[in-house]
T-cell receptor, first 114, second 115 residues
Framework: NAGVTQTPKFQVLKTGQSMTLQCAQD?????MYWYRQDPGMGLRLIYY???????DKGEVPNGYNVSRLNKREFSLRLESAAPSQTSVYFC?????????????FGEGSWLTVV | AQKVTQAQTEISVVEKEDVTLDCVYE???????LFWYKQPPSGELVFLIR??????QNEISGRYSWNFQKSTSSFNFTITASQVVDSAVYFC????????????FGTGTRLQVTL
């Protein structure tokens, strides 16, 4: 999965703490995404950004905020972590083109909220 | 609304058997993309294939093949002569056309290949 880098890879938080997941891509892609993966539920979209300066809610946005800092970077922030946010988080990016291009994923960030 | 259904939660096969992973999708769009991703035990998501709605040709890549049928809204994935390294969770996904379009994932099928 060269091209999409996420940090940190593992994190344990206490309930109520805040943290930011960082994501950067070096493929000059316009669109970026944050997904969460929970057992038996596949991947669900949290937020996405169609281009620099724009962000939109996905399927499960509650409890999260995002920032599209520039074309390369798209961060996900948990303001007050809850145990229900224990999950694996994936950042992804997608290139330009009339019919869309392949979506590439980062390696994932394992977050545990206790 | 878009939906992807992978009815097979888990499949177990013995090495060298052929196995087919089913994927059924729902969309009202006439132009869309279908994807398969592999998630090995290490956890990363590996892109396998993308197919657009205009192209119903079956695709073969080594031991992997994909059968896209718009008439039944299915995009099935077959592994021929399975190997232990094929053990993973496989996700089917659907996307509208367009640069900002989101992927809608199925819940995944866990494939276990044993010796």
């Amino acid at each position: 999965n060269a091209g999409v880098t996420q940090t940190p890879k593992f994190q344990v938080l206490k309930t109520g703490q805040s943290m930011t997941l960082q994501c950067a891509q070096d493929m000059n892609h316009n669109s970026m995404y944050w997904y969460r993966q929970d057992p038996g539920m596949g991947l669900r979209l949290i937020y996405y950004s169609a281009s620099e300066g724009t962000t939109d809610k996905g399927e499960v946005p509650n409890g999260y905020n995002v920032s599209r800092l520039n074309k390369r970077e798209f961060s996900l922030r948990l303001e007050s972590a809850a145990p229900s946010q224990t999950s694996v988080y994936f950042c992804a990016s997608r290139g330009t083109g009339m019919f869309g291009n392949t979506i590439y994923f980062g390696e994932g960030s394992w977050l545990t909220v206790v | 609304a878009q939906k992807v259904t992978q009815a097979q939660t888990e499949i177990s096969v013995v090495e060298k058997e052929d196995v087919t992973l089913d994927c059924v999708y729902e969309t009202r769009d006439t132009t869309y993309y279908l994807f398969w991703y592999k998630q090995p035990p290490s956890g990363e998501l590996v892109f396998l294939i993308r197919r657009n709605s205009f192209d119903e040709q079956n695709e073969i890549s080594g031991r992997y093949s994909w059968n896209f049928q718009k008439s039944t809204s299915s995009f099935n994935f077959t592994i021929t002569a399975s190997q232990v390294v094929d053990s993973a969770v496989y996700f089917c996904a659907l996307s509208q056309a367009g640069t900002a379009s989101k992927l809608t994932f199925g819940t995944g099928t866990r494939l276990q290949v044993t010796l």
